[in-house]
């Protein structure tokens, strides 16, 4: 008997394709009956609920996510700014794998998505087969496959939860090299005495028991919990590397220097930050952008040096 916990699907893809996104949710019909899939798309939301939070939060606990890439996804600045970066974050974390589906032809191989192998085979557009279910099926196979890869990982797994020890483990703090005892480890047991009410004050934290790592999402509330705002402080962020990299050059640029002056001065870690001081934090990185060399020189030519959060929400 299968107790495997269905597999949850994201779908991205641009409102104008959406007759392939139906197409594809019924080739995949099969899965869902079987109970193998749990799918969502933006259509999966109720009136009265905040769009935007939907769907970061169905996308941040998504385990395959869905690209159906066309040049009207290319050209969507919300499905390829922001739900596509999103998703590569994932990937590259190992935390979801990105399949792109190739329903219309596009230049799409040069792009962030080019090193990923692609659906159909061999990344032929879905809408220059023949036979457009022969397509699907192709597609659906696919997907099958990860979906199975993905259950038999969790079989393989099954690691026991984590339960809160009846001999609290004597520390002055908590940090990232903490090492628990044998017995520790095979009882899969941990317990922090520090903090409010015996409990954990922080904003990550990853368990190593074995080989299982078990990683904790930001909070809600931080900066990294939201989409838009995570998307667009790293959008300054990376506006000031290029900045920099004009001022000093490849060979002495120094990517870690932003992130660890951040942490600094705001105690944590940029995505980990409280959302209530998101202003305060894109003030500093602003002041940054401004202060290299190319930013002094196009806001004396009244060249703005970056979008505002509204006009990176718009684009």
């Known amino acids: 008997m299968d107790t495997s916990k269905p597999v949850k699907v994201f779908y991205s893809y641009s409102h104008k394709d959406e007759t392939f996104r139906d197409e594809l949710e019924t080739h995949l019909s099969i899965l869902k009956r079987q109970g ?19 769907i970061d ?58 090193k990923l192998l692609a659906l159909p085979t061999d990344g032929k ?26 259950h038999d990982r969790q079989t393989t797994d099954n690691p026991q939860p984590l339960r809160v020890a009846d001999t609290p483990i004597n520390s002055d703090r908590l940090d990232s090299n903490l090492v628990l005892d044998e017995k520790q480890k095979q009882n899969n047991v941990i317990n922090f005495n520090q903090g409010i009410n015996n409990g954990i004050v922080t904003n990550s934290l990853e368990i190593k028991t074995q080989d299982k790592v078990i990683k904790i999402n930001p909070i809600n509330g931080s900066i990294g919990s939201s989409l838009n705002h995570r998307n667009y402080v790293k959008y300054l962020i990376d506006r000031y590397h290029e900045f920099k990299l004009a001022d000093v050059g490849k060979k002495k640029m120094k990517y870690i220097i932003v992130y660890n002056a951040i942490k600094r001065e705001f105690g944590a870690k940029w995505d980990m930050i409280s959302l209530d001081k998101f202003e305060r934090l894109l003030v500093f990185v602003q002041k940054r952008i401004n202060s290299a060399i190319l930013g002094k020189n196009q806001n004396a030519k009244n060249i703005k040096c970056y979008s505002t959060f509204e006009e990176f929400l718009r684009k």
């Open 125 to 150: 557009a879905v809408s220059s087969w023949i036979d457009r279910d022969e397509a699907w099926k192709n597609v659906a196979q696919g997907i099958k496959k990860v979906v199975k890869s993905i």
């Open 36 to 54: 193998k899939i749990d799918s969502w798309h933006d259509q999966c939301i109720l009136a009265g609920q905040e769009l935007d939070r939907q």
């Open 57 to 114: 939060t169905n996308l941040q606990t998504a385990d395959i996510i869905l690209l159906l890439v066309s040049a009207d996804f290319i050209n969507s600045n919300y499905c390829y700014e922001t739900e596509m970066k999103a998703a590569l974050e994932k990937h590259s974390n190992k935390e979801a794998i990105v399949i792109p589906i190739i329903i219309r032809s596009v230049e799409w191989s040069d792009g962030p998505i080019g």
